[in-house]
């Protein structure tokens, strides 16, 4: 019983050994060290020698197949081939984009990213939201239209299947449960008939954007991307200022300017505008599916005070935008 060797559910890597399989793989000198970013949804290492560095994604097992990750890649391509500002996958020695590591929990693929200069920053003024939404307008001008083979955004993956994995962990006769249920049965896929639709990021926000200089903004970290209504990144990056921003007037004149970066590349119906707060909102319960999904039950993102936050937080994103239509129509 002592030599039972026990299976794992997910590894971390040598950064050592993970350095010197992408060192001969991509043909980079001995100068290069690789180390250890952080470990989540997927891990990430740096691998850098004096100014030069790359990323290094490591996918988690069973999280995205062969074929998704071929799709973002392409659609990194395409981003970068108009000259759009984003992280790029880079070839390796043999022209191939896509390594694959056969680690103790089963296949791991990998794949080596351009570094995104700069640095995030949480609390970002007023000229840069507007570049940001410049650039993100920029995506949707490319992807406009566009179809990849990965996921679409849609009332049954944004809420009724996340719905389905809460229930997994949470009794539906929780507030915050029976919240989401009916935030879901309002939701109709129909609002959004007139709306633009395209390839989305869906994670559009400080934390995967390097800005440098205010207005030198790089994107990263496609992993969610997917086909859908253009409104969704453009209410997630909304909602999430509003909970960085606690000052609701700085968060109304940034939000501003960043809706007016976008609308200085290209144009916003009203009804656009009128459906950033469910669509933000949905974004939201998505990512608590996701939780769901890829976290150990153990895991602080499970446990009813973390649902009860989560949801408190998509309640009053909902309700600030109810009393500003309330007000609007009062005056």
């Known amino acids: 019983m002592k030599n039972y060797r026990f299976p794992v559910t997910r590894s971390t890597l040598s950064a050592k050994e993970l350095g010197a399989f992408i060192k001969d793989q991509y043909q980079l000198n001995e100068n290069f ?4 970013f952080r470990t989540g949804m997927n891990h990430t290492y740096f691998i850098s020698s004096g100014e030069t560095k790359h990323v290094i994604r490591v996918y988690s097992h069973n999280w995205r197949s062969e074929d998704e990750i071929t799709e973002e890649i392409k659609l990194l391509n395409l981003l970068k081939g108009n000259e759009i500002t984003v992280s790029f996958p880079i070839q390796d020695k043999n022209g191939e984009f896509i390594q694959e590591i056969n680690a103790p929990e089963g296949t791991r693929y990998v794949v080596l990213f351009s570094f995104a200069q700069g640095g995030k920053i949480r609390f970002i003024d007023k000229e840069t939201c507007f570049y940001i939404g410049s650039l993100m307008a920029k995506i949707h001008n490319v992807t406009l239209n566009k ?129 950033i707060p469910k669509a933000g909102a949905s974004v939201f319960i998505f990512y608590l599916g996701v939780q769901a999904r890829r976290f150990d039950w153990s895991n602080i993102f499970l446990t009813e005070n973390y649902l009860k936050m989560f949801v408190g937080r998509i309640k009053s994103w909902l309700d600030y935008y109810k009393e500003k239509e309330i007000t609007v129509v009062n005056n």
């Open 147 to 275: 179809a990849i083979d990965r996921i679409s955004y849609n009332k049954q993956s944004l809420i009724a299947l996340p719905y389905e994995h809460l229930k997994q962990y949470f009794p539906g006769k929780l507030t915050e449960m029976e919240f989401i249920k009916e935030f879901g049965e309002s939701f109709r896929d129909s609002d959004f008939d007139d709306i633009h639709r395209g390839v989305v990021h869906m994670d559009i926000w400080y934390d995967n954007m390097a800005i440098a200089n205010e207005k030198e903004i790089t994107i990263f970290d496609f992993d969610f991307c997917g086909n859908g209504w253009q409104v969704l990144d453009i209410a997630y990056f909304c909602k999430q200022l509003f909970f960085i921003e606690s000052d609701k007037k700085q968060y109304e004149a940034k939000i501003q300017s960043f809706l007016n970066g976008y609308r200085n590349v290209r144009a916003l119906s009203d009804n656009e505008l009128r459906l």
């Open 33 to 36: 060290t690789c180390e250890l």
